[in-house]
């Protein structure tokens, strides 16, 4: 019997109490995110220029986009090289990083606070430390890596390279995600842990059929919003190369942002935005669908 | 069956494994770190080292005859030796011996490389930070607004997420895909229209467009905590209300104490966002009285840069709050075992 | 019950957060005037500290106009300003803001004759092509608070090491061309082993000392019109880019040569490729650069330059045919045309113009005053500070400042900035070792976005 709350027919009592638990949200989405969005879909369909009015030019903005702005196409192709790497690099460190750090390894809360110190150092600073790393002249990296006889490149300063520099730079904070792994990793049951032992199961096999499915949610909502947040990727690139040198790393926020801010192109930017609004619903609506195969909830009682 | 001898092996095996993975791992984390902390030591007149030195390095100076004298590494008659310059001619210098002033040599002037040079820390500018803003306020300001957005966080975003979890609801699944979808829109567009709806309310320059959404639910927190939600068994739910609990108590009584770990993550997240938030502030406030600790340290990163070192210095101490809260509270939710099972 | 401890504490809380909120107006207020300081300098502690002592003293002087400071970081300036000017609550003033920040938000500004004239109002003793610069079309935007020239500035111990004689300081000296600056700065570009440039077993790897300092993104126009090019980059009536001609590509040239085949500029950006993470922007103190051609505001640098080594200040050189520019960044004030106040806003400007106020915000702001009556008083401060620096340099660098300033007004004003910015990127990287390339490929991108400008103007 499927029991999974979305999908049965609700009764009058559930549906007063889920309207009462869930109201917060509503008001607030009412009142503060259902003007803005809708502000910004109007603002999509017109031609707006700070300090001019809106003038309505139906989908002129969305077509430029695609065929006349290779700026905007180039700060996909960045974003989506981006997020091929860094998503799944980070759900994999992330959860390596969270296991390892559940196990009884000594010193474990200070290992744990170093990993985590990166993410609550501020974006600017954060910026300024890796610039100076990459630094080829004088930058501890390009030292390194003269060590062993490699000449380094000019990382952030070289389009061909700047887009490396900044994915290893993001790997930095992968601690950050470690987080909610370890949370999770908590909240799995020792018994199945001891009754596996019993059963003469190695670390591996414990690994494979025990951790991983009870931690499906988890890696699940990871995954989805490590989607989510590469999209929307800003400030961390920002800092360190404005989306230069010549584009190379212009994410797609930072072309939005410039488009929005410094041109003062407000009808284009939020055509911008709701492409990339799209894009990412999109992507995530896959990887729901694809959920059911593989995030595995302890209330889904199946078949 | 696996011997207990050969099962310890196997763990001791993966704790070491664990370990050194760990901890080399640790050492590149940390490098960027150790430089914010030395850079926090350093000043105006630290020297550019190639590769960059962590530690701090200026420029040996002596006083001789009541000024500071550069001091070099100089090839006088063979020997090299340290001397210090005391008067400067086209192309020769004259350099004295920092332990016998008087004793002076006229020698080929020498270029910046072969200055000597010390470590040199400068503890006073923390001091400096502190002095150049009005930190106590900043701190309070910013105790305040976290008090009140971690509390608005935490009750919204449970009784959202409890919602979704646990109840049943005509379109719920619509209304989650645009829950979901609201943290899709980029902010920078959402912004001005924001702006605009604050300011006709009139609530520009003040902290209510900063708290208030708070007590409205977050996407990310609900989405996350309504994850956890899902992986307590409803069995709990089904025991507590033969006992003739109402969905409140439940949510109380049996779901919260579930929820333990993740609510203490969900806090941390929250207080070190709003700590580490300049962006928001800097948008809405434009009384320097109202400002939290994260815009006012913002006054370092000036626009010829040359205050880097304060900058380093006021960035780690931003830093420092969040790092020690997070060490101290991993006990909440790292905790050696959790107990499930229903109680009989 | 624990609930009620909870609500309880939270709405307590909220009502402390509430002071936070503005208070309701009151009677007969006197007129709030709102300066925002971001666009240039003027976020530094010490000089917020000097506009709130402006502040103040003007506040006790006009019971009727209250005006106080709102300062923003340089760099979340645009952020800022834009969400204000898009919600309506732009402030009166900007100050202080320089050409650049003039021309980003072009339309913004009223035109300041009519009140000139109503108050014959005394402008003669601004001066100079500053003067000129927020002049546009017979719009005057704004009166020359501080003026930056642009010398150069060089290192005495470099050149006394290598024997080279220092640069002359008078303008328009015969023979000091950018030809010569080359040759003089291969003598004192120094590798590992003590050999110059100018050596044949120069090893161009090891580069421990350069000769010169290069240029940086904003002045590309500038040092177009060292070369004799077209220093608007586009026709007078702005439809037809002209950035490809014989001036623009011999600029672009002379840059991708400094560094690629000269080898006396480092690669990028001169404050990028020779400073550290926590020190300062400052090629010439890390005594590494001989010669550095900058504006008169890098004067926040001359302690750190005075502890390492003795500096002076020579003209400008001549381009290849005897064209001298030195370029000038200027700081002014500018009215919106969103205020409410505009001739309160007039008054206040009116108040720190005045001689003894403005020569508090240039020495605060690091500028040579925009009036002449106070300039003498500037050089003779600045001769009594460091009598082994030729003060007066500055004072005639005025005299070659470009027209129009190269970061005057364009259509498509940030695209076109960002274009050019990528030009400057490309040669001094070196990326691009042909600037007759790049500097046609820069036209043809900005001749785009200049026809898409017109194309939806309208005006």
């Known amino acids: 019997m499927k029991t999974n709350p979305m999908k049965t027919t609700p009764s009058k009592t559930d549906t007063w109490w889920a309207l009462f638990f869930l109201g917060p949200w509503l008001i607030g989405f009412l009142v503060f995110t259902l003007g803005p969005m809708a502000a910004s879909l109007w603002f999509s369909v017109t031609r707006f220029t700070l300090p001019a009015a809106p003038v309505f030019v139906g989908f002129d903005n969305y077509g430029k986009l695609f065929t006349a702005d290779p700026r905007f196409l180039g700060s996909l192709g960045v974003t989506f090289l981006y997020a091929g790497v860094t998503v799944p690099a980070g759900l994999i460190l992330g959860f390596a990083l969270a296991y390892f750090l559940n196990l009884k390894i000594p010193f474990a809360r200070f290992w744990r606070t170093l990993y985590y110190m990166p993410a609550v150092v501020t974006p600017v600073i954060t910026g300024t430390l890796f610039i100076g790393l990459f630094d080829p002249r004088h930058g501890l990296i390009n030292y390194l890596l003269a060590q062993t006889g490699v000449a380094g490149p000019d990382w952030l300063l070289d389009p061909r390279y700047a887009m490396y520099a900044v994915m290893l730079i993001s790997l930095w904070g992968v601690g950050g995600g470690m987080i909610i792994y ?18 003469g199961a190695s670390p591996t096999h414990r690994l494979w059929k025990i951790t991983l499915p009870l931690m499906s949610p988890i890696i699940f909502y990871n995954l989805v919003v490590g989607i989510i947040g590469t999209f929307q990727l800003f400030t961390q690139v920002w800092v360190l190369t404005k989306g230069g040198p010549a584009s190379s790393t212009e994410v797609f926020n930072i072309y939005l942002y410039k488009t929005a801010f410094e041109y003062q192109n407000m009808g284009y930017a939020s055509a911008q935005a709701w492409v990339l609004f799209l894009l990412i619903l999109a992507l995530t609506a896959l990887v729901f669908k694809s959920s059911s195969t593989w995030v595995y909830y302890e209330n889904e009682v199946k078949g | 069956m696996r011997s207990s001898l050969s099962k310890k092996r196997s763990e001791a095996r993966e704790i070491l494994l664990a370990f050194v993975l760990v901890a080399l791992g640790a050492v590149a984390i940390l490098i960027p770190v150790a430089y914010m902390v030395g850079g926090s030591f350093a000043s105006r007149d630290t020297a550019l080292l190639s590769p960059q030195s962590i530690i701090p390095f200026e420029a040996k100076r002596i006083t001789i005859d009541g000024q500071p004298r550069f001091v070099y590494r100089v090839i006088d008659a063979g020997r090299e030796r340290e001397m210090a310059v005391v008067d400067r001619k086209q192309g020769t210098w004259v350099y004295a011996d920092p332990n016998r002033p008087a004793d002076r040599k006229e020698l080929p002037a020498l270029g910046p490389e072969a200055r000597v040079l010390v470590p040199t820390l400068h503890f006073d500018n923390f001091a400096t930070v502190y002095q150049t803003i009005p930190m106590l306020r900043y701190l309070i300001n910013t105790v305040i607004m976290i008090v009140l957005i971690t509390v608005g966080a935490l009750v919204s975003n449970v009784m959202v997420a409890y919602g979704f979890a646990r109840f049943r609801l005509k379109g719920m699944g619509i209304l989650f895909v645009i829950l979901l979808a609201t943290i899709m829109l980029p902010s920078q567009v959402t912004l001005i229209p924001t702006f605009v709806m604050f300011k006709v309310l009139g609530w520009n320059n003040s902290w209510i467009p900063l708290i208030l959404p708070a007590f409205f639910a977050n996407a990310w927190n ?54 580490n938030d300049f962006f928001n502030p800097l948008i809405y406030l434009q009384d320097p009285n109202l400002y939290p600790v994260s815009l006012g340290l913002q006054t370092f990163n000036s626009l010829h840069g040359y205050f880097g070192y304060l900058n380093a210095a006021a960035s780690l101490m931003l830093a420092l709050p969040p790092v020690i809260i997070f060490f101290f509270s991993q006990k909440y939710f790292i905790q050696g075992t959790v107990v499930s099972g229903i109680k009989g | 019950m624990k609930v009620s401890i909870l609500l309880s504490s939270v709405l307590s809380l909220v009502l402390l957060a509430s002071c936070g909120a503005p208070a309701p107006a009151g009677p007969a207020e006197p007129v709030k005037i709102t300066i925002f300081v971001g666009f240039g300098t003027g976020g530094d502690p010490a000089q917020v500290e000097v506009h709130r002592k402006l502040a103040e003293a003007f506040n006790a002087a006009h019971p009727g106009i209250q005006v106080s400071f709102q300062t923003v970081l340089n760099a979340d300036h645009v952020t800022k300003f834009t969400t204000m000017l898009a919600s309506d609550t732009v402030p009166d003033i900007v100050m202080p803001v320089g050409v650049q920040g003039v021309a980003e938000f072009f339309d913004e500004w009223i ?105 940086e993104g904003g002045e590309l126009r500038g040092v177009v019109g060292k070369f004799d090019g077209n220093m608007r980059g586009f026709s007078d009536d702005y439809k037809k880019v002209i950035m490809n001609d014989a001036g623009w590509k011999a600029a672009l040239q002379f840059m991708a040569d400094s560094s690629l085949v000269w080898k006396i500029t480092p690669k990028f950006s001169s404050t990028a490729a020779v400073t550290g993470t926590f020190t300062a922007g400052d090629p010439l103190g890390t005594n590494k650069v001989a010669l550095w051609e900058c504006y008169s505001w890098a004067s926040y640098l001359y302690e750190n330059w005075n502890k390492n080594f003795t500096w002076n200040v020579a003209a400008v050189p001549a381009g290849p045919h005897g064209t001298i520019i030195a370029q000038a960044n200027d700081d002014t004030f500018a009215i919106s045309k969103h205020s409410k106040h505009p001739k309160e806003a ?44 030729d003060w007066d340099v500055f004072i005639e660098s005025n005299n070659y400042a470009e027209k129009p300033n190269a970061e005057s007004w364009n259509p498509a004003y940030r695209q076109v900035w960002d274009e050019m910015q990528k030009a400057m990127d490309q040669v001094t990287s070196g990326g691009a070792a042909d600037g007759a390339a790049v500097a046609e490929a820069l036209n043809a991108k900005v001749q785009g976005y200049t026809d898409e400008y017109w194309k939806t103007a309208g005006k």
């Open chain 1, 182 to 199: 370890l949370a999770g990793l908590q909240s799995i049951s020792t018994e199945l842990y001891e009754a596996a032992d019993l059963d």
């Open chain 2, 222 to 275: 609900v989405f996350l905590i309504r994850q956890f939600l899902m992986g307590i068994p409803k069995e709990f739910d089904e025991a507590a209300k033969i006992d003739g609990c109402g969905p409140i108590r439940i949510l109380l009584l049996v779901i919260l104490p579930e929820l333990k770990p993740i609510l203490i993550t969900v806090a941390l997240f929250t207080v070190i966002y709003v700590w």
């Open chain 3, 111 to 215: 035109d300041l004759t009519p009140y000139i004239q109503a108050d014959k109002y005394d402008t003669s003793d601004f001066y100079g092509p500053a003067k000129e610069a927020h002049t546009y079309a017979g719009r005057v935007i704004g009166l020359p608070i501080g003026v930056y020239p642009q010398v150069v500035f060089y290192n005495k111990d470099l050149f006394d090491r290598s024997g080279v004689s220092y640069p002359p300081k008078k303008f328009a000296t015969p023979g000091w061309t950018y030809d010569a600056l080359v040759q003089m700065a291969k003598k004192l570009t120094l590798d590992k082993k003590g050999k110059n440039a100018a050596d044949p077993e120069f090893d161009g790897k090891s580069i421990v000392q350069y000769g010169f300092g290069g240029w």
């Open chain 3, 346 to 389: 007039w008054e206040v400007m009116k108040w720190l113009l005045d001689p003894p106020q403005m020569a508090q915000l240039t020495k605060s702001y690091g500028a040579i005053p925009g009036r002449k009556s106070l300039a003498d008083g500037w050089l003779s401060e600045m001769k009594a500070s460091n009598p082994n620096v």
